[in-house]
């Protein structure tokens, strides 16, 4: 049974909810939304049945917003195709939406007790140099996974992933090393200066450079905002309207830098004074200037909302 008597699907719905949170999302900002999230969809058949814009707009604020509702697609076929009980073992979770190589083994490790080692990066590290692995990685990432397993044989596969991940922490650092006192120093073969070496990193390619003109049509108190598409950055999330270029008349309120995994997008901030006697476009979403829309919207349009000063908050 899982912690405080958790059934192991509900233990898994939990696990699955952080890991997806946490895969590009700092912890301090998935402690202040876990919570509130499973409050809204405590459990897999709530997250199914639920909306897919409430979906996103519980994201709010995590980032990568496609996660949200990859999130919830993992829900729906755990639903429809294994009758509301998770798979148990890793080869079938990843089959899963959204679920990679290793939320699959932490699933199937932690919530199962499957013998697989959940392989993220600070645990590939201490494997790695255990192994004195030359592989460079990601492109070798399989081949150090197969090597891992031998550490989760015939043991507790969650409690030696744990003990990895704080000798990763205390000791065996991306960028320092305590070899001296390392508990695993015995059975190391790069312990010392080579040990920062390894693994070898795949060079990352630079990120795409994206250009965007936000307009902010408002009255002073509502602004006119818009449901981005389903495909590209922040697909289904709130926002403001994306122009061509600088729009005739508004006000430049400044720009705005934010880095994605694989995009930089600079933001140019306008404001434009709403008519609402001469415009009959009729705008499906029009929201309040103040802190209950703030929280519905991801990181770059709420810097956009406060940087345009018609926020109150
Ligand atoms: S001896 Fe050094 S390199 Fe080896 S596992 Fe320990 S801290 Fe890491």
Redesign the pocket.
Known sequence: MAPGDVPPDDHAYRVLVSEIMLQQTTVATVLSRYGPFLDRFPDLPTLAAAGANEVRDAWAGLGYYRRAGLLQACAQSVMEHHGGAFPQKAAQLAKLPGLGAYTSAAIASICFGEAIMPMDGNIE??VA??EAFKGPLPKEAAQLRKKAQKYVMGVDTGHVAQAFMD??SS???ANS???PT????K??????PD?LK?PQKQMKKPPIEVTWHLLLTHDGQRVIMERRGPGGIMAGMLGFPVVDGPPLGAYYAGSITHRLTHRMITAHVYLLKWDQQTDKTAPAIVKDCNRATLKQLPTLMRKVAERSGLFKV
């Open positions: 590290r201490v140099r255990l000798l990763a000791h065996c650092g090393t305590n070899c390392c508990p695993l120093q059975l190391c073969p790069v312990q010392g040990a390894i």
